[in-house]
């Protein structure tokens, strides 16, 4: 397995990958992933209690509920831009506008509330994206094994050569339109290595776990093999992964819309009002404040919630 | 002023008619997530300058905690210790300063683990690793330590001592290893040594080989050994008494040749009977039924009794004291004439 | 350690020209005109397009192409500016900022992550362990586009305006080594909790080996059984830890470099995009994965010389 070889502790990168390689432990996981079923019920079990379970859902069904609902929470709409006035610009926060107004006289808080569609899509699609796309390399490398496992390996050690932020600028700046999908398509790129790897390691360890062995010594296919009782137990250290690259993902848009080469004015993202309070931020922060807040909180949301799943599946390391 | 190991305790007299090491009625219990495990419930034994005792049971008898306890480095917590004493020379080490402990740990009591290759630090050479008990409880100097080293290498007879110091643990073989770990041990000729399942991991006639080093160093030395085995062969020829250990207890205590002649528990029968024995080739070979017990949720009464064939109704409804069948002689079972008799009842 | 050294040198070649392909195919192979795509908004002058499809060898087969940019890549050639200024020639001196800024940033790491990361180790349950992991949890989940103007705010005008400090420059490199400590521990934030996380699982591990019992059965002192066993033992994934880091650092400076207005390799590279001078950008990204790569190669090294089991493999 080239996870445990010294190759590994090279080969992460700041951005995508938040779990840094763990030393080679002289014992394996017994029963880690053993029963499913009972694994994710105790799961569930623990996470019930847990307040930084509690807490962060409740951020993220807030602002998904933002994402898709943004009039709810602000009765002025700053797409339009006659909402704005130019003789305004840089007000202070007030009783009316609660995070004051913007370079161009615009509503801060408008802007803000509706710049988390942006994040949250751009967020859960490249997600979703890079964990079929991962998974499911992952799944047939670590299931196939030989020529194509060695290809497929091969090709990831590429993808990890090149830093993300660097790889996604790079496949930004030839796209004549920066947006959502243009966006998405960037970080799924370069992101999808890191959950074949994560795949493929769940899978050659489960696969020569002693009851597939023998589900396969009594002559299961091998599709029930693989997605039966290999898939259930091979996905949970991707799905624990995934929610912390989803914070990793919503950060790394602002990031690149920062660079002017994400999101594009006017549509709005918090990476671009970030870049459009820069110039005059010194003087008047709060344009500037009150995005990267919520940029943070967002990404600590589900930061928190990836770190309450795995200390749920996994307490050996608590 | 640094202590030494002497003046913790004295070295010599006190002793009488005393034995060197004493277990009194230890309780030793783990707090875990699903409540606590009482991994020892009051185990006795004791051992004399010179002898070397036996202790039989399998993973989870308790056997491997009560040396732990011995010598002072089970994790507290999870682990505690509620009641009993380990007398050392008369001195109840449970009751002295950790700081105490120390330098009675390695020095006086010292012990051996079962797999070498993990018990050795990776990234010291074998020759750094037994020199550093010269150079920290005897302050002597590199160099010294190094020559000393090669001097016990010599002693558990691995062969080129004088190039192989510099090796690595990895580099030598499981029953190179496991001599590493006893020159280790014996660097400051404790008086008490504890082999916990020496040869478990190795080939049955590197095993053979340990086993005979191990006897011969303490014949030299008078040392007291205590062997911790599941393997009844391994201690027959070594061994003077036995204590055998089921479910965090002493079953039976008595002397190597009376347990081999008759067994008093069914338990040390069972283990006497599984294991392969020339004269009664074609027969088939016994197996204990069932499981060793959870120490989560033992049995009620004798906690042998879900899996012994002697099993009468009082087994399950009265825990047997350690019933005393002659001076050196005791078994926990409220049937032992019968399984002595060899009667099945 | 030669077999295992040959063996490394010869997976770090495929992987560099795996990743300058890779880059090559992404910027070159997408379908449409890549000279248009590289000159974004821009109109560009018919006859510098023509250069520019000249100068890529746009008009060659696929592979061939791949062919001449590796060629020139290897002679040092990371390409030319719109203006034909070589792109080596433009990071000359700016090289230097990024390195001192790359630096600075991995000792922040090193001091604090490990310091914090054996601290919540040997408290291991208690509340310090818990608050150090909240901090890790914090700093990996802001931004470092949020740290750096916080900070900046904070400590740079704040700081100043109310106590009269004037210790953090909030712009450029003229303070010498202070106008890297700001930006330096922005750059290094997210690293610093990765870490502090690394060397609290890598020490509550090697605590649990087998190895530490022998050496509390020797008699040692906790404090020698922790400093010289564990260490020892723990200090092996962090040290490689910390050294490819070097390579992420320096990548990641784009944004830490924007930010504090320093004129290194990152700011060149942020400019460039503005700029939208496609040919710069894809000589930049691809010189800073060449350091990513070697310094990955070079930690894999160091790995030998302070683990003996692979050594002596």
Not at chain 1, 149 to 158: G, K, Q
Not at chain 1, 174 to 199: C, E, H, K, Q, Y
Not at chain 3, 98 to 109: G, S, V
Request: glycine share 8%.
């Amino acid at each position: 397995m080239s996870e445990s070889t010294p190759m590994a502790p090279g080969t992460s990168d700041t951005l995508l990958n938040p779990a840094p390689p763990l030393p080679p432990s002289p014992g394996s996981r017994p029963g880690k992933a053993e029963k499913p079923a009972s694994l994710w019920s105790d799961a569930w079990h623990d996470l019930r209690r847990r307040p930084l379970f509690i807490g962060s859902s409740i951020m993220i069904v807030i602002l998904v509920v933002m994402a898709i609902f943004p009039s709810l929470f602000s009765s002025v709409d700053p797409t339009q831009a006659t909402t704005c006035q130019l003789a305004t610009a840089r007000q202070p926060p007030s009783a009316m506008h609660w995070f004051g107004k913007d370079n161009l006289g615009c509503d801060t808080f408008a802007r803000t509330i509706y710049g988390a569609r942006v994040s949250i899509v751009v967020g859960i699609t490249a997600t979703i994206v890079t964990a079929l796309v991962g998974g499911l390399l992952g799944l047939i490398a670590g299931f196939a094994g030989g020529g194509t496992d060695t290809l497929l390996s091969r090709v990831t050690e590429i993808f990890f050569a090149i830093p993300a932020i660097l790889g996604a600028l790079l496949i930004l700046s030839v796209f004549d339109t920066g947006n959502m999908w243009t966006v998405t398509l960037a970080l799924s790129v370069l992101a999808w290595p890191m959950i074949f790897r994560i795949m493929r390691a769940a899978v050659i360890t489960t696969k020569s776990q002693d009851y597939v062995v023998a589900a396969r010594a009594l002559g299961a296919g091998k599709s029930r093999i693989m997605f039966r009782h290999i898939l259930p137990n091979a996905v949970t250290p991707v799905i624990v992964i995934s929610m912390i690259n989803l914070g990793m993902f919503i950060s790394a848009e602002a990031a690149l819309s920062f660079l002017g080469v994400g999101i594009r004015s006017p549509e709005i993202s918090w990476g671009v009002m970030i870049a459009d309070a820069r110039p005059r931020f010194l003087e008047a922060p709060s344009p500037l404040l009150f995005p990267a807040a919520f940029l943070s909180i967002t990404v600590l949301a589900f930061i928190m919630l990836g770190d309450a799943v795995r200390d749920a599946l996994d307490p050996k390391l608590r | 002023m640094k202590k030494t190991a002497a003046d913790v305790l004295p070295t010599e007299g006190g002793l009488g008619n005393e034995p060197l090491l004493a277990v009194d009625d230890l309780h030793v219990e783990f707090t875990t997530r699903q409540g606590v495990v009482k991994a020892v419930n009051g185990v006795s034994y004791d051992l004399r300058a010179g002898e070397t005792l036996a202790v039989l049971g399998e993973s989870g008898s308790g056997k491997s905690v009560t040396a732990q306890a011995i010598m002072g480095i089970l994790d507290m917590p999870p682990a505690r210790i509620p009641k009993g004493a380990i007398r050392f020379r008369g001195t109840d080490l449970l009751k002295l300063s950790e700081e105490a402990r120390a330098q009675i740990r390695g020095q006086r009591v010292a012990m051996i683990f079962q797999d070498a290759l993990s018990a050795l630090n990776p990234v010291f050479t074998v020759g750094w690793q037994i020199g550093e008990m010269f150079r920290v409880h005897r302050g002597m100097s590199r160099k010294d330590a190094q020559k000393r080293a090669v001097e016990l290498m010599d002693r558990v007879r691995i062969p080129a001592a004088r190039q192989r110091v510099h090796d690595f643990p990895h580099q030598f073989s499981g029953g190179m290893r496991q001599r590493i770990m006893i020159a280790m041990s014996i660097a400051l000729d404790p008086e008490v040594l504890i082999a916990d399942e020496p040869t478990t991991a190795l080939d049955v006639t590197v095993q053979a080989q340990i086993m005979e080093l191990l006897a011969e160093l303490q014949r030299e030395s008078n040392m007291g050994l205590i062997l911790i085995t599941h393997d009844l062969g391994v201690v027959a020829d070594v061994a003077d008494k036995i204590a055998v250990m089921y479910g965090g207890r002493i079953v039976e205590n008595a002397q190597v040749h009376d347990v081999y002649r008759a067994p008093a528990h069914p338990y040390s029968k069972g283990l006497l009977e599984s294991i392969p024995r020339v004269d009664l080739k074609g027969h088939e070979l016994y197996a204990i039924k069932g499981l060793p017990p959870n120490l989560l949720d033992m049995p009620p009464g004798c906690a042998f009794n879900p899996r012994c064939p002697y099993r009468q109704d009082n087994c399950v409804s009265s825990e047997p004291p350690l019933y005393e069948i002659n001076s050196t002689r005791s078994s926990a079972c409220h049937y032992w004439r019968e399984v002595l008799d060899g009667s099945h009842g | 350690m030669g077999r295992y050294v040959i063996r490394r040198l010869l997976q770090a070649i495929p992987v560099a020209l795996g990743a300058t392909l890779l880059i090559f195919a992404l910027v070159f192979a997408l379908p449409g005109d890549p000279i248009t795509a590289l000159a974004g908004e821009k109109r560009m002058d018919p006859a510098v397009a023509d250069a520019l499809r000249e100068q890529y060898h746009l008009n060659d087969p696929l592979l061939l192409q791949y062919w001449y940019y590796i060629t020139g890549l290897l002679q040092g050639d990371l390409g030319t500016t719109f203006s034909r200024v070589p792109v080596s020639q433009l990071l000359v001196g700016k090289f230097q900022v990024t390195i001192n800024l790359a630096f600075t940033a991995l000792i922040l790491e090193g001091v604090i992550g490990i310091g914090l990361g054996l601290w919540a180790a040997l408290r291991k349950g208690k509340a310090t362990d818990t608050a150090i992991l909240a901090v890790t949890l914090l700093l990996i989940s802001v931004p470092v586009l949020v740290t750096g103007f916080v900070l900046q705010l904070v400590l740079g005008v704040q700081l100043k305006k109310s106590l009269g400090i004037d210790f953090f420059p909030v712009a450029g490199a003229f303070e010498g080594w202070r106008s890297y400590l700001l930006p330096g521990f922005v750059l290094a934030g997210t690293s610093i909790a990765y870490l502090t996380r690394l060397t609290r699982t890598s020490l509550v591990e090697t605590l649990r080996a087998d190895y530490i019992r022998t050496a509390t059965a020797k008699g040692l002192t906790r404090r020698r059984v922790i400093g010289r066993h564990a260490l020892r033992n723990a200090l092996i994934p962090l040290v490689t830890y910390l050294g490819a880091d070097l390579g992420t650092l320096m990548g990641g400076a784009i944004i830490t470099e924007s930010i504090f207005n320093l004129n290194g390799i990152g700011q060149q590279l942020a400019q460039s995009v503005y700029l939208r001078e496609g040919p710069v950008v894809v000589g930049i990204v691809t010189f800073l994965v060449m350091v990513y790569i070697v310094a990955n190669l070079i930690v894999d090294l160091l790995y030998a010389v302070l683990d003996p089991r692979i050594r002596y493999e």
